[in-house]
């Protein structure tokens, strides 16, 4: 095995010392995000080319340094996409879609997710812009539910 898929392969045992600063939690949740996007594309494609046409929305990938040490990898060619393969690497268990990236994609704003984007804190300001454009330029209705979660509602990072 190429020395530097060994020692990719072997940070993973060492999961609980790569947490990501601050700073880059939103691209190495990206890069996790690619990784279990890849695997969910590839398990699609088996899925239609056998007939079947179920769309796996289980994967979830636990963001760490890894993360994006092995996209950055990737990226330069320097190991392929089978490294998102490793055992661990990504993992099938379900996840919570945030209250807010459901909004940003448009979902209507109905009671349940009202009351949970007033209870979880925005994580841009894209978001809030969004429902500032609401308040002012959406149906009765819907201003014055962008106002109740807009009064609930703060920036989780400044």
Do not use: Q
């Not at 994967?59 to 661990?88: K, Q």
């Amino acid at each position: 095995m190429n020395s530097i898929l060994f020692k990719l392969r072997n940070l993973g045992h060492f999961s609980s010392l790569l947490y990501p600063p601050a700073s880059v939690v939103d691209a190495a949740n990206s890069a996790a995000r690619k990784a279990a996007s890849f695997i969910s594309s590839g398990k699609n494609e088996r899925n239609i080319v056998g007939g079947g046409s179920h769309v796996d929305t289980s994967i979830r990938a636990g963001a760490n340094m890894r993360h994006l040490i092995v996209e950055a990898c990737v990226a330069r060619n320097l190991v392929d996409t089978s490294a998102y393969f490793w055992p661990g690497y990504v993992s099938s268990l379900p996840v919570e879609i945030s209250p807010w990236s459901m909004f940003m994609e448009g979902a209507p704003l109905n009671a349940s997710l009202i009351n949970s984007l007033i209870k979880t804190p925005a994580s841009s300001l894209a978001e809030i812009e969004k429902l500032y454009h609401i308040a002012l330029n959406g149906s009765e209705e819907e201003k014055s539910a962008a106002a109740n979660i807009l009064c609930g509602a703060s920036v989780s990072r400044g």
